[in-house]
């Protein structure tokens, strides 16, 4: 069963930067996408950045032009660098894995990461 181990977060300035990071417990060539969703509060689960297994990668259009998601294959791990962050980027940050048919296209979710941008 697929598993995966969040990092980052916390608390900072509006203006800041923060880096999450999400490691998952098998190959990647295992994964079909990988990526981050937020959750505000009183608010739906929406996506921020997904990258397919081909590398190409999808931006909520909030996160254009401040976000970067990468990928390290060799640690199945992908990052989120988040820069210029706003109080609206405010939320519970979730990390997405879909895995391919090896693994019975299993949609794993992490735990959840806290980002709280102040003003």
């Known amino acids: 069963q697929v598993q995966v181990v969040e990092s980052g977060g916390g608390l900072v300035q509006a203006g800041g930067s923060l880096r999450l990071s999400c490691q998952a417990s098998?190959?990647?060539?295992?994964?079909?996408?990988m990526g981050w969703y937020r959750q505000a509060q009183g608010k739906q689960r929406e996506l921020v950045a997904v990258?397919?297994?081909?590398?190409?990668?999808k931006y909520a259009d909030s996160a254009k032009g401040r976000f970067t998601l990468s990928r390290d294959d060799a640690r199945s791990t992908v990052y989120l660098h988040m820069n210029n962050l706003k109080p609206e980027d405010t939320a519970v940050y979730y990390c997405?894995?879909?895995?391919?048919?090896?693994?019975?296209?299993?949609?794993?979710w992490g735990q959840g990461t806290q980002v709280t941008v102040s003003s």
């Open positions: 997405n894995v879909q895995a391919d048919r090896t693994l019975g296209y299993a949609v794993v």
């Open positions: 098998t190959s990647i060539y295992n994964i079909n996408d």
């Open positions: 990258m397919d297994r081909g590398g190409s990668i």
